[in-house]
């Protein structure tokens, strides 16, 4: 294990924040490339409009497909801008509870494994130092888990 002092663990803290920003450019682009496929625009357009290239707006919208065309705020969303733009906790404890959360179920026969629900993506939170404990437990005990 690496011994931090204070401006490595700086540096790391920003590391994870520009990382936890890509993250979410990723998602402001995904309903991007929503919004004006759903304008019934060809990938080339798209890309144009976008200015990106047609073959990345093909992968996005696969990614919108595989996502069901779902793209409405998660929990893991709300944590990551969050914590990229260094908002503030108590909103993001206040939106965190205000969550409809589904949970884990077994995988259906006959898969193995488990099906993650929202609720997952605030105990990874947690696991990767995006969410504190006791922001946890505050989440936690407002919803009743």
Do not use: C
Request: net charge negative; charged share 25%; proline share 3%.
């Amino acid at each position: 294990m690496i011994t931090m002092d204070s401006n490595l663990a700086a540096m790391h803290h920003e590391a994870l924040q520009r990382q936890a920003r890509q993250r979410v450019d990723l998602l402001d682009e995904l309903r991007a490339v929503q919004n004006v496929a759903n304008r019934n625009f060809n990938q080339r357009d798209i890309a144009e409009i976008l200015v990106t290239s047609q073959a990345k707006v093909h992968r996005l919208l696969k990614a919108i497909e595989r996502r069901g065309g779902d793209l409405s705020p998660d929990p893991e969303e709300v944590i990551l801008r969050a914590f990229a733009y260094d908002t503030s906790r108590h909103k993001l404890v206040a939106d965190l509870k205000a969550f409809a959360y589904t949970f884990g179920e077994d995988a259906p026969y006959p898969h193995e494994g488990r099906m993650p629900g929202t609720w997952d993506q605030v105990v990874v939170a947690v696991a990767h130092g995006l969410l504190s404990e006791t922001e946890f437990q505050e989440v936690r005990a407002a919803i009743g888990r």
